[in-house]
């Protein structure tokens, strides 16, 4: 919101509240306002009339006047004033609105005369907390078992593995084959024939595919049928059962190093399997209280969601919606693709996606403001030094222009806002007060 001049007269301003998160606004803006911004309407015109005798920006203001007429000169002063009136009402009132004004009707506009308008506009709804200091949740703790150390070492043991090819076996568990591979439903082929590297481990690949090449020797080829997950890449095949052509061109096993000294130092984390186990319990320990930290914030947020019912305005979850179609176009662009491609290369419509995007923009929307009431209730404020610091660090630097940079401030202080609201309601949760 753009900030208001402490300079600026006083607006009377009264606000209706009416059902469906709305507010009317009802506003007064003093005679010296208007008297203003026909005096700031004068000169911009001026420069875009020629008028004899005169350079451009220099004629009189009332030849400029003359020249246009009121009529001209009342809508240029009116399209500047307004809504530079209607923010500064929105702040006054402290209204919180929801984009733009859905109805504005401004009075009669004339020189020494005060100017009225109202206008609607949605708002974020009041929300009631309820007792939300009440609210707990339990906080697992991921204990390390030397069994989760063992299988760490398995992977590290693996990261340093070698491919050696074999030809005197057939395929088994745990090796990598190179195969071709194509893919029929009912008969009709659904994936052209396509050469990969597959690794024979039922965790990592589907099991139909892997239970259909164990047993394979190189050269040989085979069939196997596959219910595909129902998070399949192809939408359509979600779910499927189809047949899997293999075509096994080559084994390769994979040859592990030994479990001792000398693993510690080829991995270069000490020097002995004693230092190397204690380095990767070091990691699993520290990654473990992340995931739980990240996992215990996400329930309490969850859980704060969940306390309260209110009605979202559907204009937050569309502007939300809109958010995170931005956000996906950028980063295609960033990938080199434009987002009408995108579009025709998965099959899906505008129509489609808004449709999928609902349901989490509803959430993240009822989240926020949820976190906007627990920081008011509790009385959160960011320091403007914590934004400025923000700010140069989502700039990395950059020299931003005003506008920009009057944007990152609102985003970053809006976004530190929220995260000390969730720090305290992680407080809540735990019962710390």
């Known amino acids: 919101m753009a900030s208001v001049p402490s300079s600026a007269p006083e607006l009377t301003v009264s606000v209706e509240r009416q059902p469906g998160s709305q507010v009317e606004l009802a506003v007064e803006a003093p005679a010296s306002e208007v008297d203003t911004a026909v005096q700031q ?54 209204v919180k609105a929801v984009g733009d004004p859905e109805e504005l009707s401004v009075g009669d506009f004339e020189r020494g005369k005060p100017v009225t308008f109202t206008a609607k506009v ?26 989760k150390l063992d299988t760490a070492l398995e992977e590290v043991r693996k990261g340093h593995s070698e491919l050696v090819e074999v030809t005197d076996r057939p395929a088994q568990a745990g090796d990598v084959v190179t195969a071709t591979l194509s893919m029929s439903r009912d008969g009709a082929q659904v994936a052209e024939p396509e050469e990969r590297d597959v690794e024979l481990d039922r965790e990592r690949v589907l099991p139909g595919l892997v239970e259909g090449i164990l047993g394979l020797n190189s050269g040989d080829s085979g069939t196997t049928e596959v219910v595909l997950p129902d998070d399949y890449s192809s939408e359509e ?16 096993e994979r040859v592990l190093p030994p479990l001792d000294d000398s693993l510690a130092v080829l991995d270069k984390h000490g020097e002995t399997l004693d230092e190397l186990r204690e380095h990767y319990r070091t990691v699993l320990v520290e990654t473990a209280e992340r995931i739980d930290r990240e996992r215990y914030e996400a329930q309490v947020l969850t859980a704060f969601r969940d306390s309260v019912s209110f009605d979202i305005p559907e204009a937050m979850i569309e502007r939300e919606i809109d958010r995170q179609l931005r956000d996906t176009e950028m980063r295609l662009a960033q990938a080199g693709m434009r987002f009408d491609r995108y579009l025709e290369y998965t099959g899906q419509t505008i129509e489609k996606i808004r449709g999928e995007a609902r349901e989490p923009a509803v959430m993240r929307v009822k989240l926020e403001l949820i976190l ?36 990152l401030e609102h985003a970053a202080e809006r976004d530190l806002r929220f995260r000390g609201a969730a720090e305290r309601a992680v407080e809540i949760a735990r019962g710390d007060g």
């Open 122 to 147: 949605t708002v974020q709804p009041e929300i009631d907390l309820g007792d939300y200091t009440s609210i707990r949740v339990d906080d697992e703790k991921t204990e390390i078992t030397d069994e």
């Open 372 to 407: 906007d009431a627990l920081a008011s209730a509790e009385g959160i404020e960011v320091d403007h030094s914590q934004v400025e610091r923000e700010v140069e660090r989502l700039s990395g630097g950059r020299k931003l222009g005003h506008e920009d940079r009057h944007r």
């Open 41 to 94: 309407a004068l000169r911009r015109l001026s420069g875009q009339v020629r008028l004899p005798g005169f350079r451009p920006g220099k004629a009189p203001a009332h030849l400029v006047e003359r020249a246009v007429g009121w009529d001209a000169v009342r809508r240029e002063a009116a399209d500047k004033l307004i809504p530079t009136l209607y923010l500064r009402a929105l702040a006054q009132a402290g």
């Open 237 to 252: 095949l979600r779910g499927a059962t189809v047949v899997f052509h293999i075509e096994l061109k080559r084994i390769r």
